[in-house]
């Protein structure tokens, strides 16, 4: 029978319940298919049809019990598909009044996720179990225990358990030397924290056979103070870039010239031994009164070729990573710290992102442009050295102009106190030191960080308005009040709140619900800063999204590709990166979190 001669037979009570289970052996899709189209229309009037529905809700929970693959998908599909005609055309009082019929709805698909992940936890068991005890290979044993995704951590335990156990037992000395390997890979995986918090009943297991003086060499090794640096990065998967060969261009990627703006005293504002300089500043009085404003960024794509090795690494990096002693760089340090950084005496390629500013320091909001440039950097100025010139009653040239950008960035500032409060709370929860975190007490860090924010708000609105795809940074209003943690938070020294255990909890719960802000192909607001717009479009040569940005400006702005397949590429592209720059840049803060403790602690050994 077809599935609607099934469902019509049902409807007039003309198909015992019993029969229906003799109907799915003989044609599993239709019957299923017409039980489920009759109950859309039984559970309309659930409490007449009570003993109906409750009849084809247990065929269908038998069918569960027998675990046909095939059966349970089709069963799922047709559960949701009852579900979204239930949402479609039933009212509310339907709803409500059919909500228990729906829960064991909703049980019967959990039942059928639980049949499969259960077969699924079993099959990877039986894989991991050959490869480490029958197949012996250390580089495969390796690679599975490292497939976090795909492995439940009971199956990692159960299976750690029994090679300490196998190990405790051993005589031979090629089996010795062989388990020792693989519980070494197993603590060294990225299951390392779940295994810790069991540390106690497997250091048990060891201290059955402690007399035996390779097991005292693993217990010794497993309570050693010191982590390697290399077990660490692995952990985090952190592949750093610093050996990497530097390999120019070869093709040309823009058609166009260079504006020459080699005649400007360009100069950069950042720490006095700071060798990365991404942003140079320019500012002139036009002869009307009004000011143009430059902002010249390293021009990443003029340095490193798009889908070349050092691009691939750089995406793979994520970001530039900043640690209490040390630093691993995004791109090799010859092109951050050397090639593409704005050092002082040096002609350097930059974008350059332009605004005219009204006679009274107003930015004009329509006058936006983006240029490929040439610049002479004349001088790198310091923080300090910046404040004490603005500090000066009598202005030489450079210190009026600085003075002009010090009342710009002033007015910007004033104008969105919103972005404070969330900059200094970033800052404090981070522990990390940047021009943001002196913002409230510097002009200097003041000027840097309005303009850049500025810049990075204009160039995704640009985007957005031609609809044009490009890697937006959104942040999204918090999920719950959390007011009174953040006033907390500002109120107390970064020190203490970092270092005080009694704080871990609202420096999580401010992490996780309010410093939220993610890489989006779709645009959206940033909340904590109070903008409609925003981007990563002012480090290149510290994060990768800043230097994809810029690969899409010189296909799209600067070689005038907008045609449909281009734009499709680049939606395809910011797409993939996005999520992955996300998930990165939480593992490398959980990286940067967990070094800087061990440094602190002297646990940490870098060979």
Known sequence: MSNKEIEQRILNYDLEIGDLEDYK???????????????????????????????????????????????????????????????????????????????????????IENTKRDEVKSDILKIIRKVVYDDKNITN???????????????????????????VSSFKENDIKYFYKVIIIFVKSCFYKDLEKNSERY????????????????????????????????KYDISTNNNLIYIKPSIKICNYERHDFRYQKVFTID???????????????????????YIHISDAPSLIEKDSYLDFMAYKMGETIYLKDDEFTAYPEVVSNNLGSLLQGNMRNVITYKFLVTPDFHIDPDSFVIERGLINVNRCLSYNWVDKKLQKDELDDIGSRLRALDIITTLLKNNNLHKDIYRTTENKTTGIITNSSLAGKSKSAKIVQELMIL???????????????????????PSNDIDKDIMLILGI??????????????????????????????????????????????????????????????????????????????????????????????????FASEYNYLVSKRKIRKK
């Open 203 to 234: 250091m048990t297991i060891l201290n059955n056979g402690a007399k035996k003086e390779h097991v005292k060499l693993l217990i010794d090794r497993l309570n050693n103070k010191y982590i390697l640096l290399d077990d660490l990065k692995k």
């Open 141 to 167: 044993v390796e690679a599975i225990i490292n497939n976090r995704k795909n492995i439940d951590f009971k199956i990692i335990d159960e299976i750690f358990s029994s090679v300490l156990e196998d190990y």
């Open 25 to 111: 052996k003989e044609d599993f899709v239709s019957t299923v298919t017409g039980m489920i189209n009759a109950l859309y229309v039984l559970m309309k009037h659930a409490d007449k049809n009570v003993e109906l529905i409750d009849g084809i809700l247990e065929v269908l929970e038998n069918t569960v019990e027998e675990k046909e693959e095939e059966n349970l998908k089709i069963i799922i599909e047709l559960i949701d598909r009852l579900n979204n005609r239930i949402d479609a055309t039933y009212n509310k009082k339907n709803k409500n009044n059919i909500a228990p019929l729906r829960i064991r709805l909703i049980r019967i698909i959990k039942e």
């Open 455 to 477: 810049t990075n708000s204009y160039v995704d609105k640009y985007f957005v308005e031609r609809n044009f795809p490009y890697i937006h940074r959104v942040h999204n209003a």
């Open 493 to 590: 020294d970064s020190y203490t709140l970092l270092n005080n255990p009694k704080c871990v909890k609202i420096v999580n719960a401010v992490k996780e619900k309010y410093l939220n802000a993610e890489y989006s192909g779709i645009s959206g607001s940033h909340y904590g800063l109070g903008l409609d717009y925003y981007s990563h479009s002012t480090s290149p040569l510290r994060r990768y999204a800043d230097a994809l940005g810029q690969y899409i400006i010189y296909d799209t702005v600067f070689n005038n590709n907008v045609d449909d397949k281009t734009i499709y590429k680049w939606e395809s592209i910011v797409k993939e990166v996005c999520p992955y720059l996300n998930e990165r840049i939480k593992n490398n803060a959980l």
């Open 271 to 293: 720490e006095e031994d700071n060798k990365c300089n991404d942003d140079g500043l320019y500012i002139e009085k036009n002869k009307n009164g009004t000011y143009t404003l």
